[in-house]
């Protein structure tokens, strides 16, 4: 379910492909279809960069408090290139403690050198998503992301590639599990029975499940169906399998309609 209140902070732009969930990554193709007169393997830093900390005329916050801050969704918080500003983007992330900063990553074996002096077991204000697309992939990156000191943490399975096993790394401290499709003319096949095989997972251990969108390709009953961009989303949400905890405790869960 989308926040009441969210914002958009991309404080630098631009990345470097490092696996195979990265081939035909959205930001390019963006920067491609838009014109952008940057070069998206090279990673420059946004004129927004202190968005966090922006304040209007009447000297309140322009992102107000509350809100949930999808962060540096153009790049990687954690590639190498940004090391020179991370240390201020924490530090305006800890003085708007009155905000949820969400970003995920694939570079989730540099967390620990990318982490600040004061960060302990975690900023409570900061939710931190694990990137995976295959099961070599998870099987790497999994076991780095739960030996970290993380208050919140979720795994995020986009695109998806292949079939995936989560069960050794869904953990008590695992907040939510999200899967998606590929977007894009060159998206590689989304099957919907991976997508149900990583709900049963979930739903076993009792971590909650989301099913964020299709992807341009859905393998559903031995059927490829190509599916426009603008509803890859609401089609995902059709399929009515997000699996939750409601807050008496009783999972909440839907079938494919």
Known sequence: MAPADYADWNPWHG????????????????DEMYGSD????????NADFDLP?????????????????????????????????????????????DLTFYFFTKRIDRLRKCLPEDWGDGYDNVIIGCTVENQE????RLPVFLDLPIRHRSIIVAPILGRI???????????????????????????FEWVLDIRRQCMEQ?????????????????????????FQISQARKAAIDYRI???????????K
């Open 15 to 30: 990345c470097t492909k490092i696996s195979p969930g990265c081939k035909y990554c959205y930001v390019y193709r963006q």
């Open 165 to 191: 096993d989560l069960g050794p790394y869904l953990a008590p401290c695992i907040e939510e599990v999200a899967v998606s499709g590929e977007s894009g003319i060159q998206a590689r096949v989304c099957d």
């Open 246 to 256: 409601s807050p008496d405790g009783k999972p909440e869960n839907g079938e494919w």
């Open 206 to 230: 009792d971590i909650p499940f989301s099913f964020h969108q299709t992807g341009a390709k859905l393998r559903k009953g031995g059927k490829i169906y190509c599916i426009p961009r603008k």
């Open 38 to 45: 940057k070069r998206t393997d090279l990673v420059t830093k």
């Open 137 to 140: 992939r998870a099987d790497y």
């Open 53 to 97: 900390v922006r304040r209007k005329r009447d000297k309140s916050y322009k992102i107000p408090s509350g809100a949930v801050v999808f962060t540096c969704f153009t790049s990687d918080f954690l590639v190498k290139d940004a090391d020179v500003w991370r240390s201020e983007a924490w530090a305006m992330m800890k003085l708007r403690s």
